[in-house]
Each structure stands twice: as structure tokens, then as C-alpha cells.
């Protein structure tokens, strides 16, 4: 994916979110968010995956899975979240996933604040 096709689809997947958080608006579990935000991605042809899970290795054992909220269109991270504010902690569970998953890009997302929040995540370790 080139990077005007992820500024696009990124742009798209906030425009999304936008309008969960405007009908909706803050307060909610997380769950909810989730729900609401991939009925949304569908009506607006977003293909997605949701709670994306792969497995974790170290050292060649298999350590445990991870879990991402949302994976878009194979190649784009999507981490929700419903708090007041996105704190550092947040920001590296993010980036986690884009490592763990080998992303070049993802999105980090909350929708607890009374303005819709997000951020952009790059992978600095990304291998094409």
C-alpha cells in the first residue's frame, strides 16, 4: 500500500470514528465503540477484521497471542480505546501491535474524552 493510499484509508477509518463518537458520544465501554465503529467501517466499505489475533514468539517458543482491535484491509493496526485522556502506555501498546504484526502504519483511537481523540502510530522497525 502506498502512502497516499494509507493517508487515505486512514483518513477514512477517522472520518468513521468521527461519527460513532458524534451519535454516540463518550461514556461507553470500549466494547460498544468497537461494535459501533465496524457496523460503521461496513457501511462505508472499510474492510476490516476485528479482535485480529496472531501469535507471539521468542526465541522460536510461542509465547502467547495478540490481540488487535481492528486490522484494515491486512495492513493497518487499529487500537481503540474509551478513556478520560491517551496516555504513554497506550501510545506503546499501539506501536506493539505494529510491531508485533510487522506494520508499517496504524491508528490509535479513543473515544472516552468529550472530543474525539487520536494518533497516528509509525513502525520504525517495519520490514517490507
Given at each position: 500500500?502506498t502512502k497516499e493510499e494509507q493517508?487515505?484509508?486512514?483518513?477514512?477509518i477517522i472520518?468513521?470514528a468521527?461519527?460513532?463518537?458524534?451519535i454516540?458520544?463518550?461514556?461507553?465501554?470500549e466494547?460498544v465503540?468497537q461494535r459501533?465503529?465496524s457496523i460503521?467501517?461496513n457501511?462505508r466499505?472499510i474492510?476490516?477484521?476485528?479482535?485480529?489475533?496472531?501469535p507471539?514468539f521468542?526465541?522460536?517458543?510461542?509465547?502467547?497471542?495478540?490481540?488487535v482491535?481492528?486490522?484494515?484491509?491486512?495492513e493497518?493496526?487499529?487500537?481503540?480505546?474509551?478513556v478520560?485522556?491517551l496516555?504513554?502506555v497506550?501510545l506503546?501498546?499501539?506501536?506493539?501491535?505494529l510491531e508485533?504484526?510487522n506494520?508499517?502504519?496504524?491508528l490509535l483511537?479513543?473515544?472516552?474524552?468529550?472530543?474525539?481523540?487520536y494518533?497516528?502510530l509509525?513502525?520504525?522497525?517495519?520490514?517490507p
Open positions: 500500500m493517508d487515505k484509508i486512514t483518513h477514512a472520518g468513521a468521527m461519527e460513532v463518537h458524534n454516540i458520544g463518550n461514556g461507553f465501554q466494547v465503540y459501533s465503529l460503521e467501517m457501511l466499505n474492510i476490516h477484521k476485528r479482535e485480529f489475533e496472531i507471539l521468542y526465541k522460536g517458543f510461542d509465547v502467547g497471542k495478540r490481540r482491535d481492528f486490522l484494515i484491509l491486512d493497518i493496526a487499529l487500537e481503540i480505546k474509551a478520560i485522556n496516555e504513554d497506550h506503546a501498546q499501539g506501536k506493539n501491535y508485533a504484526y506494520l508499517e502504519t496504524g483511537i479513543n473515544f472516552g474524552s468529550t472530543s474525539l481523540q494518533k497516528r509509525f513502525n520504525k522497525k517495519y520490514k
